[in-house]
């Protein structure tokens, strides 16, 4: 039996689910399994009123910075819409070939089809596994984004127990190293 092909990690705070997310792309790497995607992680400003930090490419190490300098006028938030373009332009090509796809979020820019929402939308339209976080605020947004998605908690048991539910969509070369860890 199959689990759903995309789970979405809720019920933590931002950074606490990003350091999750890169530790399971890292383990898995190592695995043999070939992941491809993004993960955020802290810019290390301060006195700054949206968390937005960068995205780091799990297969390259490319960073994009997915914050302005200065704010909007209408706003205070710092998110660079266009950073979060540009890390997207950098998975899209990589997804066919990978056995997983790990997206950091889906936000309010994913939610108006903008951001890292191409590499979601493929990574469906190509029946891959997909694992992501969606903030409670924007949980009405991605459930109609993806309906058949599940929600998973925040812990690497759960992470584990979804990847193998969903060993089915890999090479036979890897079914050794998904079995669950101890």
């Known amino acids: 039996m199959t689990g759903k092909l995309i789970a979405a990690i809720v019920g933590a705070e931002s950074t606490v689910i990003q350091k999750l997310l890169a530790a399971a792309v890292l383990d898995w790497q190592r695995a043999g399994l070939k992941v491809c995607g993004l993960v955020e992680e802290a810019h290390g400003l301060t006195g700054r009123s949206c968390s937005s930090g960068l ?7 490319n960073i994009f910075a997915m914050y302005l300098d200065e704010p909007p006028a209408h706003t205070s ?3 660079d819409e266009l950073g979060v373009v540009n890390a997207c332009a950098s998975v899209v090509d990589r997804i066919a070939t990978s056995d997983l796809v790990v997206l950091s979020k889906f936000g309010k820019v994913e939610a108006v089809g903008s ?3 191409e590499a979601f ?5 190509l029946d891959k596994p997909v694992l992501t976080s969606v903030a409670p605020k924007h949980h009405y947004a991605w459930q109609r984004f993806a309906p058949e998605a599940s929600f998973i908690g925040p812990d690497r048991a759960s992470i ?7 060993r089915d969509r890999f ?3 890897h079914t050794r190293s998904l079995a669950p860890s101890n």
């Open 171 to 173: 090479c036979d070369r």
């Open 115 to 117: 951001g890292l929402h």
């Open 77 to 79: 938030c710092t998110l």
């Open 121 to 125: 939308e493929l990574a469906i339209r």
């Open 55 to 61: 995205l780091r490419n799990v297969e390259t190490g």
């Open 160 to 166: 584990e127990a979804w990847k193998w539910n969903v």
